[in-house]
């Protein structure tokens, strides 16, 4: 499996980057990471596309701002298995929830009520969960790798 991560160079998830890449290579898969500093307004849509993941994680919403020309969210034509890693309380681009979505996205909050809160506020994101809720066809290795990430942001 291809697994890109997309990511801020301020985000904590930066700072684990080491570790989760080992894990995933030891785990036999492919793996690749995109780090945008604040303000960056480069757009990373061909990157990920030669990239061509299996699998795509954002932590809090990273490159969310990037839009088509119908100013849909443009990881909407990303065509792979996506987690968005709620991490962050404070989410600079939670405003693109309100957008319509791909149903290929799930979004992983820390714990329920923040999904739930979520949910309400933005009632057509496809999915959106908790680690222990994970969907079935996210591999279980992948899971494990998820949970480090947001066991990571406690002592962050």
């Known amino acids: 499996m291809k697994v890109l991560m997309i990511g801020s160079t301020a985000g904590k998830l930066h700072k684990a ?3 989760i890449k080992e894990a995933l290579e030891c785990r036999g898969h492919a793996y690749a990471g995109i780090y ?3 303000g960056d307004v480069r757009n990373i849509m061909k990157e990920i596309r030669e990239y061509a993941p299996d699998l ?3 932590e809090d919403l990273e490159g969310f701002e990037m839009c088509t020309l119908t100013d849909a969210v443009s990881y909407n034509l990303i065509h792979c298995r996506q987690l968005h890693l709620l991490l962050s309380g404070d989410l600079t681009n939670e405003r693109y929830l309100a957008r319509q979505l791909s ?4 979004f992983v909050c820390p714990d329920t009520d923040r999904a739930t809160a979520l ?3 933005y009632p057509d994101i496809p999915e959106i969960t908790t680690m ?3 969907p079935d066809d996210i591999p ?3 899971k ?3 949970a480090f990430v947001f066991d990571s942001h406690k002592y962050a």
């Open 36 to 38: 945008r500093a604040p």
């Open 132 to 134: 222990e809720k994970m």
């Open 103 to 106: 149903l290929l996205m799930t």
């Open 144 to 146: 494990e790798i998820t």
């Open 140 to 142: 279980d290795e992948i």
């Open 119 to 121: 949910k309400d506020k």
């Open 17 to 19: 980057e080491k570790e």
């Open 56 to 58: 795509m994680i954002t």
